[in-house]
């Protein structure tokens, strides 16, 4: 199934992030090409739970959400890569560097991420991407990030 799979829909997402509403930051993942590379989208809307605070009246999705998107965008590349469906799979942050925000997302916009691997290998724990957020081909965010994979056993 997973060399087949290059796409995911939100239940296959759900099968495979352990995240849910309201931290779920991915609708589709798309393109998965392995563990080398996918793209994630997001539809941004305004009954989001952070648009209440973040800012009152103007709306600017929150820099972190978009760089937690780019990671559950790798993570579902991950998943679906290594068969990783209904398995339970905890994903967690290790470090962000390089991070650069250029352009607000508002509701409305539809978030494209394009992650590539740069470090991990089918069996190991630690991987390394890098992602660029998108809105209408103009670039809203870029960042390098290493997540560790942890499976129950």
Request: glycine share 8%.
């Amino acid at each position: 199934m997973s060399q087949e799979l290059k796409s995911a829909d939100i239940q296959t997402i759900q099968r495979i992030l352990p995240h849910r509403y309201p931290f779920l930051l991915v609708d589709k993942v798309e393109e998965i090409d392995g563990t080398a590379s996918a793209v994630g989208y997001k539809n941004v809307t305004n009954n989001e739970p952070h648009f209440q605070g973040h800012f009152p009246g103007t709306p600017i999705m929150p820099g972190v959400t978009i760089v937690e998107a780019m990671a559950q965008t790798a993570g579902v590349m991950i998943g679906v890569a290594l068969d990783l469906l209904d398995k339970e799979m905890l994903i967690y942050f290790m470090s962000i560097d390089n991070c650069k925000f250029r352009r607000k997302v508002v509701p409305g916009d539809v978030l494209r991420m394009d992650i590539k691997t740069l470090r991990g290998k089918p069996g190991g724990k630690i991987w390394r991407f890098s992602g660029v957020a998108t809105v209408d081909g103009e670039m809203a965010a870029e960042a390098e990030f290493m997540a560790m994979t942890d499976l129950p056993k």
